[in-house]
């Protein structure tokens, strides 16, 4: 059985930083041949697509509103995606979730993905 879990949500304060861990385990295939991703989804609004990390393809993907600010990396000994997210602002507040997805063709399309996490919350005040 495949899981993915989150931890690493909380509140700060604007302009504060989090990294969020996505701990895998149960996967068919192996860790790399994942692509992971993150998303969010705020309060009335759609889930969207934050980054993705695929080690298979060597590619990292940033939504434009999060380049610069928030970092994907991974560790495979760990089979762990994290998600370093600094200059936060209030904007970025939502439930946070990490997916997985073993095709890896379109990052940031809920769809796509085959597996989901139970979500964290970030919340940035202002």
């Known amino acids: 059985e495949v899981q993915l879990v989150e931890s690493g949500g909380g509140l700060v304060q604007t302009g504060g930083s989090l990294r969020l861990s996505c701990a895998a385990s149960?996967?068919?295939?192996?860790?790399?041949?994942?692509?992971i991703g993150w998303f969010r989804q705020a309060p009335g609004k759609e889930r969207e697509g934050v980054s993705c990390?695929?080690?298979?393809?060597?590619?990292?993907h940033y939504a434009d509103s999060v380049k610069g600010r928030f970092t994907i990396s991974s560790d495979k000994a760990k089979n762990t995606v994290y998600l370093q997210m600094n200059n936060l602002k209030p904007e970025d507040t939502a439930v946070y979730y990490c997916?997985?997805?073993?095709?890896?063709?379109?990052?940031?399309?809920?769809?796509?993905?085959?597996?989901w996490g139970q979500g964290t919350q970030v919340t940035v005040s202002s």
């Open positions: 149960g996967f068919t295939f192996a860790f790399d041949d994942y692509a």
């Open positions: 990390i695929n080690n298979s393809k060597g590619k990292t």
């Open positions: 997916a997985a997805d073993a095709r890896g063709n379109n990052w940031d399309l809920v769809r796509e993905y085959d597996y």
